[in-house]
């Protein structure tokens, strides 16, 4: 089974950047559309970005356009989300997530949390002065 696990979270003031990482473990990623997702305290976990195997990102949170980027390095095997100008409203727990077949290679035009049956643990993001 896809193990996912997420890295790179921390405490960041506004107008910072972080950049999370999603690797795995004995299962390659470049096979793999992936998607991050996040989970602001007491909200729903909602789709934020993701990249298909081609290499090609589709967003899906308003909020981020031209502040966050997606990238792979097959080489490394993972997955990275550059995340650039932070604001507190991005304060939450951030998870990759990927599917099996057959549409385990593409980016759809939602992002529904249910329809993605590998997940991380997430790491937190916390962006406060």
């Known amino acids: 089974q896809l193990q996912l696990v997420e890295s790179g979270g921390g405490l960041v003031q506004p107008g910072g950047s972080l950049r999370l990482s999603c690797a795995a473990s004995r299962f390659t990623l470049r096979d793999y559309a992936i998607v991050w997702f996040r989970q602001a305290p007491g909200k729903e976990r909602e789709g934020v970005l993701c990249?298909?195997?081609?290499?090609?990102?589709?967003d899906y949170a308003d909020s981020v356009k031209g502040r966050f980027t997606i990238s792979r390095d097959n080489v490394k095997n993972t997955v990275y989300l550059q995340m650039n100008n932070l604001k507190s409203e991005d304060t939450g727990t951030y998870y990759c997530?990927?599917?099996?077949?057959?549409?385990?290679?593409?980016?759809?035009?939602?992002?529904?949390?249910?329809?993605?049956?590998?997940w991380g643990q997430g790491t937190q993001v916390t962006v406060s002065s």
């Open positions: 997530a990927a599917r099996g077949a057959p549409l385990s290679t593409y980016c759809t035009d939602e992002a529904r949390e249910g329809d993605y049956n590998y």
């Open positions: 990249i298909n195997t081609r290499g090609v990102g589709t």
